[in-house]
């Protein structure tokens, strides 16, 4: 009898991993074109560009292994010092600023009133706008004889040249890329909208007002929102690029010539691919070292709900 037990189990289990090995392979094979892209157009480019980093090619020729040389020439290269510190000082005004002006539009479009969909598009709409054809327009905006400067003259200011000062050319910049806070706002009107009402109840009870709700109730349990979009807003100002290219092309003096934008000019103007390559992994493990530091710096003002003290 145990015999013939055995001989009935056996076909079963033998089916049994057929049809998981079937499930296994139309897996696979579903995923096979996202697979075949990762490798192709990201695992393989990244390990490329790492080997890339430690030659000198000018990719028409053949990679010559330099070792550290082009590290080494970052150090002592002008631009490369002066690029970070535009990048600095652009990250350093836009992060706030644009979490700020998107968070008091997140807190102005969470609010029942009829239309609001309406007005929740109109304020995302400029995100989403073509950088070229943004770029043009605050081009023609920012013209010493332009529509900014008109209207601060009929107000007895005499507005800068923006774009033509070195001294104006990067708060131009900034001010440019407030114009494109609408997927933070959109973010932080997410989060706004998954604050548990019953907080808000309890404030109220406690005797609370408007702001003691907001600082109390609002700002703690949006905190984890607030690090998303600092994480974020860091990581894309390290790599701003459009309008410095399209509207001021680095200049006056250098004045905006931002990372990406220098590591552009070398890898597709001058063709020193190997030492754009560098400058990539060097700002790779900058924006690593950033986001950690935030990270380790967010366990003491971040709260998370669900998280016991």
């Not at 082009?70 to 992060?95: M, Q, R």
């Not at 597709?268 to 935030?294: D, H, N, P």
Request: charge should be positive; hydrophobic fraction near 55%; aromatic fraction near 16%.
């Amino acid at each position: 009898m145990s015999l013939l037990a055995g001989a009935h189990v056996a076909p079963r289990r033998s089916s049994r991993s057929g049809s998981r090995l079937r499930t296994h392979l139309w897996g696979y094979l579903f995923i096979a074109p996202w697979l075949f892209g990762f490798l192709v157009f990201t695992l393989g480019p990244f390990v490329a560009s790492f080997y890339l980093g430690f030659t000198r090619w000018g990719l028409l020729d053949t990679p010559v292994f330099i070792g550290l040389r082009n590290y080494w020439d970052l150090v002592h290269d002008y631009l490369f010092i002066k690029s970070l510190i535009n990048t600095a000082y652009y990250t350093a005004f836009h992060v706030p600023l644009s979490m700020l002006l998107a968070f008091l539009l997140a807190l102005l479009l969470n609010q029942r009133i009829r239309g609001i969909p309406i007005y929740r598009t109109l304020f995302y709409l400029p995100s989403i706008t073509a950088s070229v054809a943004t770029a043009i327009l605050w081009v023609y905006l920012l013209q010493p004889d332009g529509i900014v400067n008109a209207v601060l003259a009929h107000v007895g200011i005499a507005g800068p040249p923006w774009l033509a000062d070195s001294f104006w050319a990067m708060p131009s910049l900034i001010l440019i890329s407030l114009w494109s806070i609408g997927g933070t706002m959109i973010i932080y009107l997410a989060g706004l909208q998954g604050v548990p009402q019953h907080l808000y109840e309890a404030a109220v009870i406690d005797g609370a007002g408007r702001w003691q709700k907001a600082l109390h109730v609002t700002v703690p349990m949006m905190t984890p929102t607030i690090l998303l979009t600092a994480i974020l807003g860091v990581i894309g100002s390290f790599q701003v690029f459009d309008n410095a290219f399209i509207i001021t092309a680095g200049g006056p003096a250098n004045a905006t010539l931002v990372y990406i934008l220098l590591l552009y000019q070398n890898a597709f103007e001058y063709f020193k691919m190997g030492y754009a390559a560098a400058m990539a992994w060097v700002l790779f493990l900058i924006v690593l070292v950033v986001t950690l530091i935030q990270l380790r710096v967010a366990r003491t003002w971040v709260y998370y709900e669900s998280e016991q003290k």
